[in-house]
Nanobody
Framework: QVQLVESGGGLVQAGGSLRLSCAAS????????IGWFRQAPGKEREFLGC????????RYGDSVKGRFTISRDNAKNTVYLQMNSLKPEDTAVYYC????????????????WGQGTQVTVSS
């Protein structure tokens, strides 16, 4: 079973930066793609971006394109979400998710999820 653990969340001022980590274990060799999502209270889960585990193949949601960057370190079984120019509306719980097959922006297509890490952006 794949297990995912997010870390790196916290409080940051608007305009600041934060890097989130997603560490995979328990079968990470089977991961095809890792996606990042976020969910604010009362809102649907929003796609942020995804990365192919085996190669450089990334794409991003329109709301964060140009500000967020996904990278990976396969030796550490870890994927990162670098967030720059943060805004108060970025405040949400951030999740990483893994799929063992091709998956894009639909959260229902991801097999495994982390517990999330809170990101709060203050003005």
């Amino acid at each position: 079973q794949v297990q995912l653990v997010e870390s790196g969340g916290g409080l940051v001022q608007a305009g600041g930066s934060l890097r989130l980590s997603c560490a995979a274990s328990g079968g990470s060799f089977s991961i095809y793609r890792i996606g990042w999502f976020r969910q604010a209270p009362g809102k649907e889960r929003e796609f942020l971006g995804c990365i192919n585990w085996s190669g450089i193949n990334t794409r991003y949601g329109d709301s964060v394109k140009g500000r967020f960057t996904i990278s990976r370190d396969n030796a550490k079984n870890t994927v990162y979400l670098q967030m720059n120019s943060l805004k108060p509306e970025d405040t949400a719980v951030y999740y990483c998710a893994a799929s063992t097959y091709y998956a894009g922006d639909d959260p229902s297509l991801y097999n495994y999820w982390g517990q999330g890490t809170q990101v709060t952006v203050s003005s």
